[in-house]
């Protein structure tokens, strides 16, 4: 038990980052990434050393976030049916900041795996490049050129779409 404190401890900020970066909420990131250390927990004995134990983590605690994620979708949000329409002063302006978020956010979606994934990792995870590149079994140089493909074909299609 010491052993797996001793864990928790070293890895639940990069894991934590990592499922922050895919749900963007910090209320989700903390509850999926401490169900996925007690999933890890209770299957310690299934590590086979394969692979490190940080790649062992993320993949448990990304495992968790999908499935949260999809229980999630099921339930109907009663905030979304109580919203009352407020206008806000600037409203034009919080518009077009509400519409360009959503463009890019559209834009990010439509990429292909894995720039797609090396992009959030980064930009919303603030994962390095050496932790990217591990969590897809590759080095920190590949990582650092799918992201800067990534963000200079969102940089493309955004400009494409906005003229």
């Excluded at 250390?37 to 605690?61: E, N």
């Excluded at 099921?74 to 919080?94: H, N, Y």
């Amino acid at each position: 038990m010491a052993d797996f404190e001793r864990i928790y401890t070293d890895h639940f900020p990069s894991v934590y980052k990592y499922i922050f970066s895919l749900c963007r909420n910090p209320a989700t990131a903390e509850e999926v990434t401490q169900e996925a250390f007690y999933k890890a927990m209770m299957h310690m004995d299934q590590f086979d050393g394969t692979c490190q134990l940080y790649v062992w983590l993320c993949q448990i605690a990304k495992n968790t976030y999908f499935t949260y994620h999809q229980k999630q979708k099921r339930q109907v949000s009663e905030e979304a049916a109580d919203l009352s329409q407020e206008i806000a002063p600037d409203f034009e302006r919080d518009l077009m900041d509400q519409e360009t978020a959503r463009r890019l956010h559209v834009l990010l979606h439509q990429l292909p795996e894995p720039y797609k994934e090396v992009f959030s990792l980064r930009v919303f995870g603030e994962l390095p490049f050496a932790q990217i590149g591990e969590l897809f079994g590759k080095t920190d140089s590949w990582a650092r050129v799918i992201f800067y493909r990534a963000k200079t074909k969102l940089r493309r299609d955004f400009d494409e779409n906005t003229v």
